[in-house]
């Protein structure tokens, strides 16, 4: 029963509308203990059409997302501190590196969102050096998803939770819940058209740490 | 090898000199079924002390069978498994773990492990001894599950006998199989035809599922009985087989099909002069000489170079084998060989270059009897090898006969298996398919760091400092069962196993290439284990129905795993939510490709007339783990699970007139398939056979 309600609370967060963020009433006040944010259906360059190749194609721009505000940022803002992490794809950059001018950098936790209360001090963050490494390791398997060739889907790995560094300096803890639209996979049975066209849009549950403590 | 030498002067010595009235219960053969594989010397089935099958001629031709594989499927515990062919997995082992042996001699050419059973045609095997649980300590490497042991016919007297099968995919089976006898001469052939034009499981699809292949077999045996207590013997084997090739690879929009060919090649040579000094003391000498040949040739169209894979392994093997029966009481079966291994592969480097390893072994074993009622059994071997350390392989067993109708069994034993070339030499890139590769563990570190020299790899994983000499993957195994007999007509019987297995040698990621490429290597990283229990039994009604039914239950887990899930390292997804969780121990399936459930039943029907005979079977195999589809490296999810099947064989026959046998039979009755998971099981499969025994025809026609 309580997995049913939850599921369909996520549900109408989902169906309440494109790039529409749940926002805790809180966010500004630090004195008020810090609350887990939903993301949904993040956009993340959605695909645009069938290369004759037979590789899917979008237009290769990345979708910046502000932890701190709880939205996504303007692509004019790519060369500012404004953005702390963005989505095309797979692909998940941080505001760090070669990726951005922020302070930025992640490392991927093995373990539960929920348990996940301090950040290790031995904790090593990582930044982007694109395109041959990423703060969080893209591929199937090695950062937050597999990829299952035989049934053409994307899903999160269990247990992986994404600790960022913010463009300023501050800390957050990422679940990736889903990277398909409504939050729903497809199903397995379903045509490789309906898989392609619903696919990356990200789910993905959220706490951002303002007070630039690395507990939650 | 100079100690047991001198041992075995010793005990022939003195077992001669100690020459008394022979008094024979051990070596005593009535009727009753006898098995040769348990104790690497002849015993009563209802006397040996591990679990032993043994399938008759009889039963493997009413079922229809023709390969290796099929009668094995239809076997208690036993499940076919479908990659690098066809292989089998006993007591939750995989196919590595079972030594096949053919007339006691093992059969070589592994593929991935795994021995392709279907290269053996079954046309004149005489009958199949199957012995669960580590058997080491009698038969060396490979013997950690357990040994498959295959006996053809032996020439009795004169023979000739015709075989021709017509069947679905245009199946076309046809065997000639003779035996003549002249004085102390007995010489014996088989030669057999198999071919099929395959089948595709996808409709529509570029390529087969399985291709057209077309194989052959000829065996012969040629045997000299210079006189009662001394025997000359020679066993032959050839065998081919070609599979037609093609594959589709999707390149940038344009199908690209390359067509090519698979030749394999078996060898075997076993020349043996046994000699019975007297009612006690018998001495055999085997030489063995075996080759495979294995060769993949692509032609991929607008590509110069072809993709040419091949593949040689030669094995020799020189053996002695005495066996002493110094009292009704004492029996002692000792030995010892000398084996030379070679391969030579451009999988691994070049073909020029050949790997090679030896081997020397000793092995002796005790049998005891101290009351009427029960029997002990210790032995031990001792393998030194020239590649890896060398083992020890120790085994106990009893049987305790309460009473006409019960006894009880026990074994415990340790089994193990030498790494292989594969392990040590590999040195694969799969261009085609994410240009991932494989390294031995010998050559990984390396190849690894020329890479890195040039820039080619992005991150090492742990797993590369890991990576060390491998050791021999070792076993113990427990064995403890219960037999009940009744009489002829009936049989149940349960037994309990636990095997524990070490140095599990896995492949594991040890770095990833800056193209995002995978690359693999061989390390002892595991400790698993599977246990369950089997159940068999069989009755035979108004003396021509036989039914008998099996079952077994089987559980298996990584150890590490276990450990880690124990440590709340391991997670699971709620799909609807999105949202992890810590797994538990009852979420976790065990080791894939295990089924926990797995029975048979069957009934074979065979008139006393014996003019016809009839038989249905039914196989039935519960859901096993297939791949992890979450990311979290085990079997957790009901997707990540094949369904459960059963299947259906039945076959019937009918003598037309004296030699002359119509036989007719529909494999998979049911039409069952999956194409994924069971590729080899092309579905409803009709046949036809007709069998002709020329001395039979003859008689018939001098009785006009």
Known sequence: MKMKTMAAAILGIALFGMYACSKDDNSGNTNQPIQTVTASNIVADTILGIAPSGQPYGSGKFTFFSLERNAVVPSSDSATNKWDIGFRGTTIITNSGNSGLGQGGAFVYVGLFDDLLTIPTDSVFRVDNAPSSYAIPTGSNRGWYVYNAPVNLVTPVPGRVLVIRTATGKYAKIEILNYYRGGVTPAATASDDEKLRNQRFYTFRYRFQPDGTKTF | MRMYLSFLCCMIAGVTAAQQKPVDTMFDRQLEEVVVTANRSERKLSNVTVPTTLIAQKTIRQSGSLRLHEILGEQTGLFITQSFGRGVQMQGLSPDYTLILLNGEPLIGRTGGVLDLSRVAVGNIKRIEIVKGPSSSLYGSEALGGVINIITDQATGRKLQADLRYGRFQTIDASLNGTIRSGKWTAGGFVNHNSSQGYSLKPNSLTKTVEPFWRFTGQGNLAYQLNQDSRFNLDLRYAQEQIQNSIAVQNLGTVVVSKGRETNHDLNILPSYSYRFNQRLKTSFRGYISQFRSQQALEVKNLVQGYDDQFRQDFYRIENQTDIHISEKLETNVGGGFIKEYVASNRYDSLSTRRANQVGYVFFQQEWRPVEKLTLIAGLRYDANQAYASVWSPKLSLQYRINERWSVTGSAGRGFKAPDFRQLYLNFTNVAAGSYSVFGSLVAKDEVLALQSAGQIDQLMPAFEKLADLKPETSTGLNAGVQYRYGSSGRVQLNIFR?????????????????????????????????????????????????????????????????????GQVFKRDEQTGVSSRLTRSDYAGLPGRSKHMANLKFFYNPSSEKWFASARIVYRSGWGTTDLDGNGIINRDDEFAAVFALVNISGGYTVLPGLRVMAGIDNLFNYTDEVNLPGQPGINPYITLSADFKKIKNRSKTK
């Open chain 2, 499 to 567: 095997n524990d297995i070490s140095n599990l040698i896995l492949t594991d990621i040890i770095a990833y290439k800056t193209n995002g490429g995978q690359i693999f290597s061989y390390l002892n990283i595991s400790e698993a284990f599977t246990q369950g229990f089997d159940v068999e039994a069989g009755w035979k009604f108004w003396k021509y129905l036989d039914v008998s039914g099996g079952y077994q239950f089987l559980s298996t887990a990584d150890k590490a795993v276990l450990e880690q899930i124990d440590a």
